[in-house]
């Protein structure tokens, strides 16, 4: 049995998204995913929301959150609680100062969660060895998400990529949604092996999702957003804390995207997008 899951979608819990925990339910079925995992910034409260609003047996929602750390954003999965660095729990959303990504990581396993290095390369090209590989580590890294390479680093999936080869790291997709039409534009397709859907509950159905990801039996699959995603976003995230005199220079910003041909990023199939990557099975 193999599922397509989102795996990295933002909700009205983040300070800039307006799509309700419920919304994306309705979204992600619509477009034909299997489930989704909601990691907002610094709270699982939109995840933990949209799991207890999900009535559907054979949707699975997966609560986590994305935490800044010095290593860039880490996308936490499988949560059920807040995470609580250095005895406080993170709030809001800045760039800085990060969390320590030691701590990070080891508050999301104290929780049985697994850790994931969000779109480490959008903005740098190179990172430590121990992150993958030291005593307090990274279980998986995001191989491509929709929204990287529409920032500093156009390269930015194809080093995520290559980064998972290296270090025989399982390579996930998330879209990194914060608007609704960016939901599914890449996802991960997880075989769960000889499971089938009817007899699994929730809590199994959890399990055997977080067993494989563990195991490597992942593909990430993808199609780059629109760069006019950014600005957009930050238009959200200017309107809910009311912080209008960013307005004039962020529909500047987004007016130069828009010069950015839209034929490449039109919306396709599930499976079809020529952006597509494939994590290495290391089952």
Not at 30 to 35: H, Q, S, T, V, Y
Not at 138 to 150: C, K, L, P, T, Y
């Amino acid at each position: 049995m193999k599922l397509n899951l989102d795996l990295h979608i933002h909700s009205s819990f983040s300070p800039d998204s307006l799509v309700t925990p419920e919304e994306v339910i309705r979204i992600a079925k619509r477009k034909g995913l299997d489930g989704v995992a909601i990691a907002d910034h610094n709270t699982v409260g939109g995840g933990m929301a949209a799991f207890k609003s999900n009535t559907d047996p054979d949707f699975i929602v997966i609560p986590g959150a994305e935490y800044s750390t010095e290593y860039g954003h880490v996308v936490g999965l499988f949560l059920s609680e807040e995470i609580r660095v250095q005895g406080r729990k993170p709030q809001g959303y800045t760039l800085s100062p990060t969390l320590p990504f030691e701590d990070v990581v080891q508050a999301i396993h104290a929780q049985g969660g697994i850790a994931v290095l969000a779109h480490p390369f959008q903005s740098r090209v190179s990172l430590p060895a121990h992150v993958f590989k030291g005593p307090v580590k990274v279980d998986a890294i995001e191989g491509f998400n929709s929204r990287a390479g529409a920032r500093a680093n156009p390269n930015a999936n194809a080093l995520a990529a290559s980064c998972s080869t290296e270090y025989n790291v399982p390579a996930l997709g998330g879209s990194d949604a914060h608007l609704p039409w960016e939901i599914g534009r890449a996802y991960t397709l997880v075989d769960l092996g000889g499971a089938s859907g009817g007899a699994v509950c929730i809590r199994e159905s959890h399990h055997l999702v977080k067993q494989a990801i563990l195991a490597g039996r992942v593909e990430c699959h993808g199609r780059h957003t629109h760069r006019a995603v950014i600005p957009l976003t930050e238009l959200v995230k200017a309107y809910k804390r009311r912080t209008y005199r960013r307005v004039p220079y962020l529909l500047g910003w987004l007016l130069v995207s828009l010069l950015e041909p839209v034929g490449s990023w039109l919306e396709k199939p599930l499976g079809k997008g020529r952006d597509s990557q494939r994590a290495k099975d290391q089952g």
